[in-house]
């Protein structure tokens, strides 16, 4: 009959005892950083969610569907908009609301697949950093909007909103 | 070789296991070594209930339950012990549930009670309430409820660590009367690491063999591949006797074929026996009770009933559990897991088809022989210091020669507390023994036999004809003639257990080699249980002898003892040495057993 | 009084069907086995076998026959083989599932049946895996009943609809199956994983327990609830049918209305 695992087909190397070592420290957990930011992210994603779906609707539905369709969107339409705070508000909310959402997004699949902590902190860096230059530039877009842009000859833009 | 010391070891983390380790771990220094993780343990198949007097439901007394006990088990039953085990019940239902074991319960929110075979009210006169429970899944929920205590107790683990040796020292004793004699003491035991195959040396005060059942020396059995009596054999190999081997019990319920146990509480919640004729045939052997009638009855009703060519299916080999008069909301409600079993392994839908059934090895009730206190004994009154055992591995004896249903998980809770606090107390006053001089020698010794050995034998074909031989010859039905045949096959097999031939020869994880020396276990212990059966020559609870139909008190109200004597010779045997033991009598005279 | 409805006393003889149970057929099949002897080599390989079965036979049987005829150095745990107490979960044609429970019949036998083990945890042997990290996130959440009233002399009382509130998660025997299922657990086996989390549910909803809040506080880690992305591995693998994943959202229910 024949005989698997025959000594001689061993290497001679000796192994280490599974669990000689209790638990492999790949799987110990670093202290409990509970806080509740987890908790926290968790709510805010299905809140923001919740409030993103009527934002980014009604923001569809008003520049493609009312009026004039989707002929009207020209710069003098985005001016218009952005004359009325309201429509000021309601883009910072989106444009922040949809950043954070989808950052946390992002980070939550960082966290579930890279494999390294330092691949984690690396990937986690960029996304911030790019997360916040978005959030800032469009902020500033948003209230520091110029509906009357002039070209360098001081003539008015085609479709420019200027004080008559 | 490395040498740990603690002044308690209890060896198998089943039921009994860690119910001592709960009671042990607060009181001495502890570790449990078990072959297996110890949720993985049998306790955990176990499906019906666990019986107290707690008259939740309606009325009931711990003497009834004692009077059951002591006539189920057809009065072989040392009766102070089931006096004890059936006044402690009830607390032990009661802690179980304090330590967080989610009962079913009454609208009221008590511990809800059901019947099971064998529990009568009043001494026989009507089935009684009184088998507490958790869905069909008692066991489950007590194994798992245990081993959360462990968890919350700090018990130390040693899982995966297969205990091959019990260290026993021989001590010169001065009796009172001035005599001496020799007398054994224990000093620890040797453990396998399976993970990484070095030999661990435990040194303990008291050892605690928790290790369970036999029920692999069958082939239909609703034992788990485990099972196969490790701790009895260690026992018996160290030179200490073994009690009652000839009864073995079968359930009558188990899955057609498989052997995959189908609880009694089917029968318990309104399911009944049919035969091939769609009779309720259980209604001829046990007019009262029925279907509800004690395990060994049943059982035997069933296999008569085969016998006599009533049974079903192509090869008229089994009969029928009927359950399709219940609602099946009742049956979901209660009888989850079981019909789960049928579906999934038979593909029968139990609510509207009777299910095939035929009786499955079941449970051991002999054993190592204990005190009520779980002291081991090493002859009919002398203990081993140090020594202790609880659960299906030891015989108290309160199963007599058949156990009711609910007793086992009564018995592994009510002797597992027992054998915890008495083991612990003991190691407190006792010193460590002074470990042999090469402790190891005899693992060794057997490991590398089986290790290296070149004979070509393989332990699947010899296990197979083993099981075969006493499903054959020693279930239900046995004789001189079968049990003889029986008896030559062993031997016969125990000769070529010496060829035996392994094909891993690794370190790591060589469950080959274990499986190697469990059969070396199994093969020792069915000559005991095949020995044991042919000297009983009457017919009581499990052990049915076609020859000597009837129970013959004036020759056999004896528990039998099994030790391993190179010298001696008991029925052409060589190499087993027959005693006997009086069965302790309190308040039950022995009366004919009908239902 | 009992909650047990009194059936009526059934007939003493019924007619019964025609058939019941039919004969037993064979069939060949083949077995492909993830196989790591780390004495032997660093690297994992398959082996295939091809061996007749029976239809009542299971994925364990197989094993078994390959074990006990033909190549005894192949190993796996094992103890009930009827599905109770969660030795042999394995990932079988790339599903976790008991070995003992997954009839050979069920599957597709005209392909070799692939037989992996359990991902997520470090192999030690073939289908061997080390539990430790496993059973240290169970012991983590307190498995175990915490009650601060007294004890009463005779049991605590609780109703039915109380039991019934986590009689779900009560049937777990902690065979790994739904934890290394998760994709979470997968990547660094961080999480707490399914397994840990239902069996906190269960003390959690217990009427009679009081130490909830300690337990939803554990599980409020970065690697509690939280990462659970609701993919519904678990479920599916869940070898007793728990709703694994429901459990998990309850938990989360749980923490949050606690903290509002």
């Not at chain 1, 009312?66 to 705070?85: C, L």
């Not at chain 2, 003497?63 to 009766?79: A, S």
């Not at chain 2, 661990?200 to 369970?212: D, E, I, L, N, P």
């Not at chain 2, 009895?232 to 073994?242: C, F, I, K, Q, S």
Request: aromatic share 8%; with cysteine.
């Amino acid at each position: 009959m024949s005989t698997t695992n025959t000594p001689a087909a061993f290497p001679a190397t000796s192994l280490e005892a599974p669990r000689s070592g209790r638990i492999d420290p790949k799987y110990l957990r670093s202290k409990t950083s509970s806080g509740s930011f987890e908790m926290a992210a968790w709510v805010f994603m299905r809140l923001s969610g919740i409030a993103l779906v009527v934002l980014i609707f009604v923001h569809l539905w008003v520049n493609l569907m009312s009026g004039g369709g989707i002929a009207q969107i020209d710069f003098g339409f985005v001016a218009g908009k952005w004359a009325n705070p309201v429509w000021q508000f309601w883009d910072l909310v989106m444009l922040w609301l949809a950043m954070l959402h989808g950052a946390n997004g992002m980070r939550t699949i960082i966290n579930d697949y890279a494999e390294k902590d330092s691949t984690r902190l690396w990937l986690k860096t960029i996304l911030v950093l790019g997360a916040a230059i978005i959030v800032v530039l469009g902020t500033l877009v948003i209230f520091t909007f110029e509906p009357c842009m002039l070209d360098a000859a001081g003539e008015q833009l085609p479709r420019a909103v200027c004080p008559s | 070789m490395q040498v740990h010391k603690y002044d308690v070891v209890i060896v198998g983390a089943g039921g009994a296991g860690m119910r001592a380790a709960i009671e042990s771990g607060q009181r001495a220094h502890t570790a449990v070594l078990t072959k297996i993780y110890p949720t993985r343990s049998h306790t955990g198949a176990a499906q019906g209930g666990m019986c107290a007097a707690l008259a939740n439901v309606e009325e009931d007394n711990w003497e009834w339950h004692t009077f059951d006990t002591v006539k189920g088990g057809d009065y072989l039953v040392d009766q102070d012990a089931a006096e004890v085990m059936a006044k402690e019940a009830i607390d032990a239902v009661l802690d179980l549930e304090k330590m967080g074991l989610p009962f079913n319960r009454t609208p009221e929110g008590k511990i809800d009670q059901r019947r099971f075979g064998g529990h009568t009210r009043d001494h026989g006169k009507a089935a009684v309430r009184r088998a507490c429970y958790a869905a069909d899944r008692t066991g489950h929920m007590i194994l798992q409820t245990l081993y959360q205590n462990c968890v919350k107790h700090n018990v130390e683990f040693y899982n995966e660590f297969y205990v091959l040796d019990l260290l026993t020292v021989d001590e010169e004793v001065t009796d009172e009367d001035g005599t001496t004699r020799t007398e054994k003491r224990t000093a620890g035991v040797v453990s396998y690491d399976l993970a990484s195959g070095e030999i661990h040396v435990f040194q303990a005060k008291s050892v605690v063999f928790a290790t369970g059942g036999v029920g692999k020396i069958f082939k239909t059995t609703s034992n788990a591949h485990t099972l196969t009596g490790d701790g009895m054999a260690l026992a018996y190999r160290a030179g200490l006797p073994l009690e009652d081997m000839e009864f073995v019990q079968f359930h009558p319920t188990g899955l057609a074929g498989l052997g995959i146990l189908l609880s009694e509480a089917a029968r318990g919640e309104g399911g009944i026996l049919r035969n091939a004729d769609g009779e309720r045939f259980m209604e001829r052997y046990a007019p009262t009770i029925k279907d509800l009638a004690p395990r060994d009855i049943v059982a035997r009703s069933m296999a008569n009933e085969v016998r006599e060519g009533r049974g079903c299916g192509p090869k008229k080999d089994y009969v029928l559990l009927d359950l399709t008069h219940l609602e099946p909301e009742h049956i979901d409600a209660k009888l989850p897991d079981i019909t789960e079993f049928a579906r999934t392994y038979l593909g029968v839908e139990p609510y509207t088809e009777p299910v095939p059934v035929f009786p499955t090895c079941h449970y051991a009730m002999g054993g190592v022989p204990t005190t009520i206190d779980s002291e081991v004994l090493q002859d009919n009154d002398t203990r081993v210091p140090g020594l202790f055992a609880a659960g299906e591995v030891a015989c108290v004896s309160v199963h007599g020669s058949n156990r009711l249903g609910t007793n086992s998980l009564l018995d592994i809770n009510v002797f597992g507390k027992r054998a915890g606090i008495a083991a612990a107390e003991y190691a407190a006053d006792a010193d460590f023994v002074e470990l042999p001089e090469d402790p190891t020698r005899g693992v060794e010794a057997m490991l590398s036999t089986v290790r290296d050995g070149d004979g070509g034998e393989r332990v699947a074909a010899i296990r197979a004809e083993l099981q075969e031989t006493m499903d054959a010859n020693m279930q239900v039905f046995r004789s001189e003639t079968t049990i003889k045949e029986a008896l030559g096959i062993i031997e016969n097999l125990r000769e070529r257990y010496k060829k035996v031939q392994i094909q891993d020869k690794g370190k790591r994880f060589n469950l080959d080699l274990l499986e190697a020396v469990e059969l070396g276990f199994l093969l020792d212990l069915a000559e005991v249980m095949t020995v044991a059966a042919l000297h009983r020559e009457e017919s009581r609870g499990g052990h049915f002898r076609e020859d000597f139909p009837d129970r013959d008190d004036e020759n056999f109200m004896l528990h039998s003892m099994l030790y391993k004597d190179p010298e001696a010779v008991t029925e052409g045997t060589q190499g087993i040495r027959f005693e006997t033991k009086p069965v302790v009598f309190t308040r039950y005279e022995p009366m004919e057993r009908k239902y | 009084m009992s909650t047990t409805t009194e059936a009526a006393e059934p007939a003493s003889t019924v007619d019964l069907p025609e058939s019941t149970g039919g004969g037993i057929t064979t069939f060949d099949i083949t077995l492909k086995v993830r196989r790591y002897i780390p004495e032997f080599s660093d690297e994992a390989r398959w082996d295939e076998w091809t061996i007749t079965m029976q239809g009542t036979d299971r994925v364990l049987d197989a094993l078994h026959k390959v074990k006990w005829e033909l190549d005894g150095s192949l190993s796996f745990r094992r103890s009930c083989a009827h599905g109770v107490c969660g030795s042999d979960a394995m990932r079988i044609n790339g599903r976790n599932r008991l070995a003992c429970k997954t009839l050979l019949k069920d599957l597709d036998t005209s392909e070799p049946i692939t037989v992996e083990p359990i991902k997520g945890l470090p192999v030690e042997k073939d289908l061997i895996v080390d539990m430790e990290p496993f059973f240290q996130s169970y012991r983590e959440i307190m498995p175990f009943m915490i009650a601060n009233s007294p004890a009463p002399s005779a049991e605590r009382y609780q109703s039915p609809e109380d039991r019934e509130r986590f009689d779900d998660t009560t049937k777990c025997i902690l065979c790994a199956a739904c934890t290394s299922s998760c994709p979470v657990f997968w990547t660094d086996g961080q999480y707490f994983g399914p397994a840990a989390i239902v069996n906190a549910h269960r003390f959690i909803f217990d009427s009679r327990d009081d130490a909830g809040d300690m337990r939803l506080e554990v599980l409020n880690d970065k690697e509690g609830v939280w990462r659970c992305r609701t993919t519904f591995n678990c479920t599916d693998a869940c070898p007793r049918g728990i709703e694994v994943t429901k459990a998990i959202q309850e938990v989360k229910t749980a923490i949050l209305t606690r903290a509002a």
